[in-house]
């Protein structure tokens, strides 16, 4: 086993052993049959760990053959080793100061306009407006937009003692922004450069962010480097993933959700936007079946969600609109899926308590 553990899946960053995938060692005089199971049966790095097996057992004093049989994991084996792939994840990630106990909700699409931004900034409000601890970070370092739909102003400033950036408030969200560190749009583009690309890991790392339950990432469209880094720095991170109902968008929101899963972050599910008679409806439902993920809800074509971001107002503040209610609905369904950690804990321990009673002689009201 000691040998076993010195083939490494560079794919997953860890041993076979650790990883779970030798099923069994066979040993008959110096013949010796190791039994790999991979994640699928075709995969990729198939050669490379069935090879560097055989050659780590093959030179071993006393083995005059090795083979390697292999088998593709169950389905039960893959959820354990993707457990185990993000535990260690998390134990070697950068050290942020956003709690692990923190819910991360990373929103994002595989291209610009679905409404990623006014889905963010509603959803972190809704989840603030259930009494939850909320903040946002806007990780859409070149487009964002998370001041202006929420209607932050001022700048972000460092707490004198701390070092800390302190983050802003709007409707009971704390919010942070390259918005709310520059003045506009043009001068982030100017900025483009080491500078603003180090200022997603600041604000992981620099920011007091307090004790959250939530904190929903405005991603930038498409695949890349912050999803890479998101992954890597905030490993409890699942994605949501925004689809508008065309068949065109379902295609390049795949490819987020490959990505997504490449970096193992688990998807918590689909959300449908823009749906209605202009642009019809079911896109969502079709990729959240491809993706085998939940769809959380439809948010139809509503201009009150637009009014809403343009006046600093999220539509689920006054619930004004047909998108308001369907958006409060998609906010239960994620706060069911990913409830927050110290709720989560704190009912476990009455339920235990409750329990408890029960077992106990008195009965609990007469
Ligand atoms: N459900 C909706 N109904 C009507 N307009 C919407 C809806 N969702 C988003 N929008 C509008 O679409 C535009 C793009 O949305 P935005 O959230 O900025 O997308 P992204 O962040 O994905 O680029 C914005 O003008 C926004 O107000
Ligand atoms: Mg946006």
Known sequence: METLARVQDPELGGNIVELGMVTDVRIDEGHVEVGLALTIAECPLR???????????????????????????????????MSTVRLKARDNATPTRVSPATRVI???????????????????????????QVGILDADIWGFSIPRMLGVEGRLQADADTKLIEPLVAHDVRVVSTGSIIDSEETALMWRGPMLSKALEQFLTQVDWGELDYLVVDMPPGTGDVQMALARSLPQAEMLVVTTPQKAAQKVAVRVADMARRSHMPIVGVVENMSGEMFGSGGGAELA???????????????????????????????????AGSILAIRDRIAELMPPLRMETCSGRIAKLIAELEEGSAPASV
């Open 47 to 81: 050669n490379h760990l069935e090879g560097e097996t055989r050659r780590r057992i093959a030179d071993l004093p006393g083995v005059e053959d090795a083979s390697v049989r292999v088998t593709a994991m169950t389905k039960k084996q893959r959820a354990e080793l």
């Open 106 to 132: 990373a929103v994002a699409s595989g291209k610009g306009g679905v409404g990623k931004s006014s889905l963010s900034s509603n959803l972190a409000a809704a989840l603030a407006l259930a009494g939850h």
């Open 289 to 323: 079946e491809d993706l085998g993920v939940p769809l959380l809800g439809s948010v139809p074509l509503d201009h009150a969600v637009v009014q809403g971001s343009d006046n600093g107002r999220p539509v689920v503040i006054d619930g004004t609109g047909p998108a």
